[in-house]
């Protein structure tokens, strides 16, 4: 990197040199002569013009590679071709070789002998992802094994396997007669996620199963100890058991190799149970219930119940509404887990679906108030009709987006007694050119910015509302004077507000010393406003 730097990118985008030199520090070739990149356009697919994503070829000697837009580095200018992958082998004094044209971004490359390497490419508005098997020593052409929606859990194949080389880089790994690659992935179904390992014919595309794990358990693999997959190492946890490592016979029996014991024992007798419900749309959206340590249902009646979330966009509404069981996982809170409430008497709806659905090309964010609104009221009816959570003693918590949708559902909504909002945004003219999934800027969507920002509505607030943040967070999106602004619009109008900076803190909170204040704080407020408020009062009409 070189002068001048810049207070306006980050350091990835200061002028570079990208250089190769010898062992003694002779530079031999100049790959790239790179500027300040300040002027890089919007949208998310948007990068810089000239060469980037400068690597050596993993499975070749002294052979570089790198990617350049062929349409300006601007996703809006039409073009068949929008990047351009080249290979040079050493000296580096010939022409460069042309890879593969994509039609959309690239997205990396895992490579595997002279004739094979899996390259990937993704186009960030539609969500799709495709998946080309290149022949290096045949380069110009790949031949398309796959076309999908990556934020498909559902059919998502995996990825190949990869190991070190002789020269200590990734490759894949074949079978042993070369036909097929190995490959893991997550597993993800509506019963849960049960990952495998998988073959996949270089001729077809099409894989063929070796291994999943078992009902009840969440086993995924960590290493591959012969030639064929036979014999693994997996990191095994089932809903009771906290993860250990084992040597897996798929044609033996699994050997353990560690017995960590459950760290927090204490929330062993917590249950937790999927829960899928409907939005009034007909969106399918789902949580995980999480119940405290001897809870009865018939003895104990309705308890405070936490909502923890965190909206995510979409393209396609059956994607959105994919549900995933996590019964056959281990869980223990950590830091600033949420769960810990499950300790002080609370009901816990962790990760309830908050979709934000945009279709035949809408843009989800217009209708971000409405279908927000419409996953929270879903979520509240689903657990009251269960009879585990009280209506009047639902509170509503977040984190970085999780705290900007906090706010706007109190601002919006009469659902929830209280909120917790923690590292979040609230002012979107603060983050003028794009935030989360929205890519269009300030200028172009103006009332978009202004309809999604809770500041906006802080006179609409009437449920009181813990702010907390860490005094350095350098995230660009959540700059301290995020949460600074807000609690000065709620205090003028009246809220009932408490905002709390924690020295030193970035966007999340690592010190022993914050970590235990936070817990403090969240459970003080939501003991004061929630588990020992008393009956509600009717709500007023919104000015």
């Keep these: 990197m070189r002068h ?51 690597q050596w070829r993993a499975d070749a000697p002294s052979t570089l590679v790198w990617v350049e837009a062929q349409d300006g580095g601007d996703p809006r200018t039409p073009a068949e071709v929008r990047d351009r992958v080249f290979t040079l082998e050493a000296p580096f004094d010939a022409a460069p070789t042309t890879l593969i044209d994509l039609k959309d971004r690239y997205g990396g490359v895992i490579w595997g002998d002279a004739d094979t390497a899996l390259v990937i490419s993704r186009q960030f508005n539609s969500r799709r992802e495709t998946r080309y098997l290149v022949d290096p020593s045949n380069p110009g052409e790949g031949r398309t094994l796959l076309e999908r929606n990556y934020q498909d859990r559902y059919n998502d194949p995996g990825f190949p396997v990869t190991e070190a080389n ?4 990734p490759v894949m790994r074949f ?21 495998f390992l998988s073959t996949m014919d270089l001729i077809t595309g099409a894989t063929e199963r070796v291994w999943t794990s078992e009902d009840g358990a969440y086993e995924n693999v960590v290493g591959i100890l012969d030639e064929n997959g036979r014999r693994l190492v997996t990191r095994r946890e089932t809903r009771n058991d906290p993860p250990n490592l084992f040597v897996r016979d798929l044609d033996a029996t699994a050997t353990p190799l560690t017995t960590f014991a459950d760290p927090a024992p204490q929330l062993a007798g917590v249950t937790k149970q999927l829960i899928s419900y409907t939005r009034a749309d007909g969106v399918q959206l789902s949580g995980t219930l999480y119940l405290p340590a001897g809870y009865d249902k018939d003895r104990d009646g309705p308890l405070p119940l936490v909502m923890w979330a965190y909206p995510a966009e979409f393209t396609d509404a059956a994607v959105a509404g994919q549900v995933v069981d996590t019964a056959n996982r281990f869980t223990r809170p950590g830091g600033i887990s949420h769960l810990f409430l499950l300790t002080q008497g609370y009901a816990v709806l962790d990760d309830p679906s908050m979709p934000i659905v945009g279709v035949n090309g809408a843009e989800p964010n217009d209708t971000y108030i409405q279908q927000l609104t419409a996953s929270a009221e879903a979520a509240v009816e689903a657990v009251v009709g269960m009879g585990v959570a009280d209506r009047d003693r639902i509170a509503v918590g977040g984190h970085s987006y999780g705290a900007f949708m906090t706010a706007n559902l109190l601002a919006h909504t009469d659902l929830f007694r209280t909120g917790i909002a923690r590292s979040g945004a609230y002012n979107r003219t603060l983050t003028p050119f794009g935030f989360q999934a929205e890519q269009r800027t300030y200028w172009e969507a103006g009332d978009t910015y202004d309809q999604m920002s809770p500041f906006t509505f802080a006179n609409r607030v009437n449920e009181p509302i813990l702010l907390i943040h860490g005094e350095a967070d350098d995230n660009s ?34 010190a022993r010393e914050s970590v235990g204040h936070t817990l403090w704080e969240m459970t ?19 000015p």
Aim: aromatic share 10%; glycine share 10%; net charge neutral.
């Design 4 to 54: 001048p730097y810049s207070y306006v990118v980050p350091a990835a985008l200061f002028p570079a040199d990208v250089l190769i030199t010898d062992l003694e520090g002779v530079v031999v070739h100049r790959v790239a002569d790179l500027p300040l990149r300040d002027n890089i356009p919007t949208p998310f697919d948007s990068v810089a013009p000239g060469p980037r994503s400068a």
């Design 166 to 169: 002789e020269s200590g880089f």
């Design 175 to 195: 079978t042993a007669d070369g036909s097929r690659v190995l490959m893991t992935g997550a597993g993800a179904t509506r019963a849960g996620e049960y990952p």
């Design 477 to 510: 999106g959540t700059f301290p004077v995020q949460s600074e602004r807000f609690y000065a619009a709620l205090k003028g109008n009246g809220a009932n507000v408490r905002y709390v900076v924690l020295p030193l803190e970035a966007h999340g909170y690592r």
């Design 524 to 542: 003080r407020w939501l003991d004061q406003y929630v588990k020992n408020a008393g009956p509600r009062a009717a709500p007023t009409a919104a």
